[in-house]
T-cell receptor
Framework: DAMVIQNPRYQVTQFGKPVTLSCSQT?????MYWYQQKSSQAPKLLFH???????NEADTPDNFQSRRPNTSFCFLDIRSPGLGDAAMYLC???????????????FGPGTRLTVL | AQRVTQPEKLLSVFKGAPVELKCNYS??????LFWYVQYSRQRLQLLLR??SRESIKGFTADLNKGETSFHLKKPFAQEEDSAMYYC????????????FGTGTRLQVTL
């Protein structure tokens, strides 16, 4: 089945130690998103790629970076994780229909990040 | 700024009872509204969108621009409806970018 895959499902890192989360998709979608979801909070968009064009949200900390080497893969890099970065990180994809309406987003299972 | 409010963290109903999950939004233009659902140990997925005006798994939602609401309703709750429900908004000019509410956990009991 075509899908969105996130690895690993659980990641533990140490305070200040860089960490990379991975997302891959077999849907061949143009757009890939990264959301951060803290406990009991709404998923919050960090940034997204439309093909190779990177779109950062204004309030996303510089500590968070992303790479998209090809259509299928997108990475979230946290350069110096703090305790406040512990959260579920969700990857999603979409294929713009080219019309007036927002396209459906397809989500991965998420990676739960723990910072010690 | 756009905002989505889901006032209830938890909604517990009996099987067969009507369900209404509340969602209110704040947006100055013409929004698109969605309901996403996450069943236990599954990923977040689209349930329905206001543009489609269709019923999915017995759920419907009507966009009320006057009350800025998009409540999700089902006349008779089933056990398999137990899940986390998120209301989301996409504003005009920000195609594909979603603002989510904090979610409501629906618990259907026998």
């Amino acid at each position: 089945d075509a899908m969105v895959i996130q690895n690993p499902r659980y990641q533990v890192t140490q305070f200040g130690k860089p960490v990379t989360l991975s997302c891959s998709q077999t849907l061949n979608h143009n757009v890939m998103y990264w959301y951060q979801q803290k406990s009991s909070q709404a998923p919050k968009l960090l940034f997204h790629y439309y093909d190779k064009d990177f779109n950062n949200e204004a309030d996303t900390p510089d500590n968070f970076q992303s790479r998209r080497p090809n259509t299928s893969f997108c990475f979230l890099d946290i350069r110096s994780p703090g305790l406040g970065d512990a959260a579920m990180y969700l990857c999603a994809t979409s294929r713009p229909a080219g019309g007036l309406f927002t396209d459906t987003q397809y989500f991965g299972p998420g990676t739960r990040l723990t910072v010690l | 700024a756009q905002r989505v409010t889901q006032p209830e963290k938890l909604l517990s109903v009996f099987k067969g009872a009507p369900v209404e999950l509340k969602c209110n939004y704040s947006y100055s233009g013409s929004p698109e509204l969605f309901w996403y659902v996450q069943y236990s140990r599954q990923r977040l997925q689209l349930l329905l969108r206001h543009i489609s005006r269709e019923s999915i798994k017995g759920f419907t939602a009507d966009l009320n621009k006057g009350e800025t609401s998009f409540h999700l309703k089902k006349p008779f709750a089933q056990e398999e409806d137990s899940a986390m429900y998120y209301c989301a908004l996409s504003g005009s000019g920000t195609a594909s970018k979603l603002t989510f509410g904090t979610g409501t956990r629906l618990q259907v009991t026998l």
